[in-house]
């Protein structure tokens, strides 16, 4: 399709309320914005926003990087859900949407009439997702959690760095990411079910619950037969061997032989084929049994050639790849050649540049635009669900919007 911009996203139907801030709501939400979902983010006025708004760098009058990179392409309204007025608002977004979306804490929502109890009489067929630290069920759901407190508490810490060291957490807050992803598929689930019955449902994640899912085959080995991961040097695979980074004579390569076919092809390529008729590296079990005389073999061969030299030897035959550095990562027309460049102007930030939409559906490209200002988008929605400017005068009055004008 040559017009590709122009061709409305798969999610172009569906229309999210979010009370969301800082990373892990806004995380899931983005995705479904990218696709063409509206979402409309619900900001508390008190509290001059989301939070996120005022995280350096690059924060400047209530934006900043760190918002734009969450909350592009979203829409914005200032509402006091503490107030009658500002639900009644919340009330008449909720009859023309698809899903309510918060990430507060697990006992903040149902007091802010933000479950399907609440919001069912309302419209029916409204489905209720609530992310937080430890769900809504349970004696710890008051406690607020962040990313890097549920990979210490979920044993995540304790699996990453080298051995030896004091446990890390991963570069990336991941449990926000995949929390976010998780909470998104579940709003997804929930509406497919709805369109189909023509009733909702609360639809409850955690940070918690998905980082113990992310322990996934090291939990089962655990829970199954009491068989530990262990943290291993160089980033290594707990039963895959090789499988891991080796030093190069100016860097660090990234080697995976996840088939005996690329352990084959790696001991060819790096001219030791007395490694494929010993015994000890013979199978996947057998490497793992005798990892330390593999690994110390492979290491010293892979020191004498830079890692660009053996990506040309290995490419095509071994799973391999350079450990790069984040700027390298980053680097604008490769990204422009994948499709992965978000790029756009901002009124006060100017030129913004981030990673897009990591899925591609054929005939669809996203349309990136910046986030929005705190409550940019509050005349225009007020004027969709059908409130006169009289309407609006009186909720302003009643503290709907806190102290601001929508």
Known sequence: MSDEKDAPGPLADLRIVAVEQFGAGPFGTLLLADLGAEVIKI????AGGDIGRSVPPGAVDGSSLYFEAFNRGKRSIALDLTNAAGREVLHRLVATSDAVYNNLRGDLPEPLG?????LGEVNPAIV???????????????????DALVQAEAGWASLTGEPGTPPARSGLPMVDYAAGLTAACGLLAGVHE???TGYGRDIDASLFDTALAMLSYQATWWLSAGIPTKRLPHSAHPSIVPFQFFETADGYIAIACAKEKFFTALV????????????????FAARHEHREALIETLSARLRKRTTYEWLERLRGG???APVRDMEQALEVERLRERGMLASYDHPQLGAVRGVGLPLKASGFAPEYRSAPGLGADAAELLAEIRYNADEVASLTQRGAFGDRQP
């Open 268 to 283: 060819e390529a790096l001219q030791l084929p007395e490694l494929t008729r010993d015994p000890r590296f013979a199978s």
């Open 128 to 146: 209720c997702v609530s992310l937080s630290a430890y769900g809504r069920e349970g004696e710890r759901r008051a406690e607020p959690g962040y």
């Open 194 to 196: 709805a369109r189909r």
């Open 43 to 46: 900001e508390d006025p008190a």
């Open 114 to 118: 933000l479950t399907y109890a609440a």
């Open 318 to 320: 071994v799973p391999c």
